[in-house]
């Protein structure tokens, strides 16, 4: 297990960032365990069970869907199209958390799992930061990587609604690209859980992005950027 060192706070704002980046991280990286309540006749029984991060789940998943054929479907194409989103976002995780490990601890030999190199990339972050070599205004950007990640896993893990977006991607200028081998969409779609709970109350769940240029738009902020420049794209 990677310890994560917590440096002296300069301010309230990097100590939330932190706090929030840690907290990715942690959902990621780490197994926790929920408890399980069973009850008897003369006692109940409260028993701890663990539970993947999210990087480890993905994993599992994409093991699950190779050896059992993909989620009960009896469609090759259904198949390999399940198959082909998890490996290829999992594939992107791996070389992403290379890559913070090679900016944060550079020299540092990488580790055989993505959440390992995460988890030491962690440490040269907080390490600099207390050396002064990290110029704060990066955390933010680390944020919303490893924040792209989880909310991609949950995507396939739990699959969101779907509603697609007319215009076109502010950054391809694509207006359609394809969903599957057989079928194609607008570029531009938003995605969110818990519909039932409104949409205007589940951003924190909510990205879009583009099918074909994969660029992602996360949070409340960087959506409602993304939505004032198709309006005004509608506009002009």
């Not at 939330?16 to 365990?33: G, P």
């Not at 399980?36 to 480890?56: D, F, N």
């Not at 958390?97 to 601890?105: E, M, Q």
């Not at 007319?166 to 938003?190: D, F, Q, W, Y």
């Amino acid at each position: 297990e990677i310890c994560l060192p917590m440096p002296r706070p300069e301010g309230k704002l990097l100590k939330t960032a932190l706090e929030q980046l840690r907290e990715v991280i942690d959902e990621l990286t780490t197994v926790t365990s929920v408890d399980i309540r069973q009850e008897s006749e003369h006692e109940i029984v409260i028993t701890k069970v663990p539970v993947q991060p999210l990087i480890g789940q993905l994993r599992t998943a994409i093991a699950s869907s190779v050896a059992g054929g993909g989620q009960g479907s009896n469609l090759a194409s259904e198949r390999n199209v399940l198959n082909a989103e998890a490996l290829d976002l999992y594939d992107r995780i791996e070389d992403g958390a290379a890559k913070l490990l090679s900016i944060y601890s550079p020299g540092t030999i990488p580790y055989r799992l993505p959440e390992q190199n995460i988890r030491q990339a962690s440490v040269g972050i907080y390490k600099q930061l207390l050396d002064g070599t990290l110029d704060e205004s990066r955390i933010p950007w680390i944020i919303r990587s490893v924040e792209v990640w989880a909310t991609a896993i949950k995507r396939i893990l739990n699959p969101p609604v779907t509603l697609e977006l007319m215009g076109s991607c502010p950054e391809c200028g694509e207006t359609h690209a394809k969903v599957n081998e057989s079928e194609s969409g607008r570029a531009l779609i938003i995605e969110w859980h818990n519909p039932d709970h409104g949409f205007s109350n589940a951003l924190q769940n909510c990205l879009a992005r583009c099918r074909s240029c994969r660029n992602v738009w996360l949070g409340d902020l960087q959506l409602r950027e993304l939505a004032y420049v198709l309006e005004a794209k509608e506009t002009a």
